[in-house]
């Protein structure tokens, strides 16, 4: 049950920020809301405001923003509607959406980073026979301090260093064993991996695993900023990138894409680690959300901007045949695609269980 509330929490904060960003600047530049809708389906509440109804509806899997004049067959020219608006002007409206999603996952990482996360720390809770800490003396509880003189802390720091020194023989490794420090020198082996983007890549290795020892770390508010822009810029790349690679056939779009299905099935797991976790997950859908709305599919904002792009090439509006045709296309895509995701997300995650009952 808390999991679904959690799940409901976070889909209505995602919809209601993105369409803020759509309302707010509409009414900034004098176009005239007429509802402003979270979910669909059958209306669960409504109250009417000086010109625009606001409502909430029993499928809290998105939300609309319904603009004066914003389609050719209502539309009677007058200022406060949509198509009477300059093209940069109805841009900026339809932008607005997906930047507030992003600007909503950076303060969610800000945040996360200014009040305190949790992470492991670099003491050895296991040794891989054959590797080079092993051939050189470390042992199961030691704390690696340093690392050819640069201090560690977490186990992050420490993968990056070692992963980064691939081609080096090996490293002095200072480690707190029993209150006292000792100093070893530690063969580095070299392995190819593969990384989230399915792309295979040599690492070097020392042959530890954490214990899982976990400390909280936290930043100051200036430190933590630019953490959160680093972190915000770092999951945009990656997203577009995975984007890219999927594409291009190189990277499974099954492994990589889930839907609210999944999304529910990830909010439970999150909900029980701890409302950092649930911050961390608001971060990241915020950002994804708005990344893929800005693609430029028909019936998404990355579609509309499409559509006023080219009528700002051409000097007119593409005519309401083809804008209609191109959207029936683009929606039937997307159905089609939620449809398929929603049916790899059963089985991804539900699988067992669903297999279990023909046992």
């Not at 020392?206 to 930043?219: D, F």
């Amino acid at each position: 049950m808390v999991s679904l509330i959690t799940f409901i929490f976070i889909l209505g904060i995602l919809i209601i920020v993105h369409e803020f960003g759509h309302f707010i600047v509409a009414k900034k530049i004098g176009v005239r809301v007429e509802k402003f809708s979270l979910g669909f389906g059958p209306r669960l509440f409504k109250t009417k405001g000086k010109e625009t109804e606001y409502s909430i509806s029993a499928i809290p899997l998105g939300g609309y923003v319904k603009l004066a004049g914003d389609n050719p067959e209502e539309y009677q020219g007058k200022p406060d509607e949509y198509l009477s608006r300059k093209i940069s002007e109805r841009a900026a409206i339809i932008f607005f959406g997906p930047l507030l999603n992003y600007v909503l996952g950076f303060l969610c990482l800000w945040f996360i980073f200014a009040t305190g996360y949790p992470v492991l720390t670099a003491r050895v809770g296991g040794l891989i026979e054959g590797f080079g800490a092993e051939e050189a003396g470390i042992e199961v509880g030691d704390k690696i301090i340093a690392i050819d003189g640069k201090k560690v802390e977490f186990w992050e720091e420490l993968q990056k260093i070692i992963r980064s020194r691939k081609g080096a023989l090996s490293v002095r490794l200072t480690v707190l064993r029993n209150n006292k420090e000792y100093r070893f020198r530690v063969k580095i082996q070299e392995k190819e991996v593969g990384d989230m983007l399915g792309q295979k890549q040599k690492v070097g290795l020392l042959g530890v695993t954490p214990e899982g020892e976990i400390t909280k770390v936290r930043y100051g508010p200036f430190k933590s900023f630019l953490l959160g822009l680093e972190k915000t810029c770092e999951l945009t790349v990656v997203t577009y990138k995975g984007l890219w690679r999927i594409i291009i056939g190189k990277l499974s779009w099954r492994e990589s894409v889930t839907g609210p299905l999944g999304i529910f099935y990830i909010t439970g797991k999150a909900t029980e680690v701890g409302v950092t976790a649930v911050i961390q997950l608001v971060a990241v859908l915020s950002l994804s959300l708005a990344i893929f709305n800005l693609l430029p599919l028909p019936i998404l904002d990355g579609g509309h901007i499409m559509f006023l792009a080219i009528e700002k090439l051409r000097g007119r509006r593409l005519s309401a045949r083809t804008e209609n045709i191109v959207t029936r296309i683009g929606m039937a895509f997307i159905v089609s695609l939620a449809v398929l995701v929603t049916y790899i997300d059963i089985w991804r995650f539900f699988g067992d269980k669903i297999a279990g009952l023909f046992k």
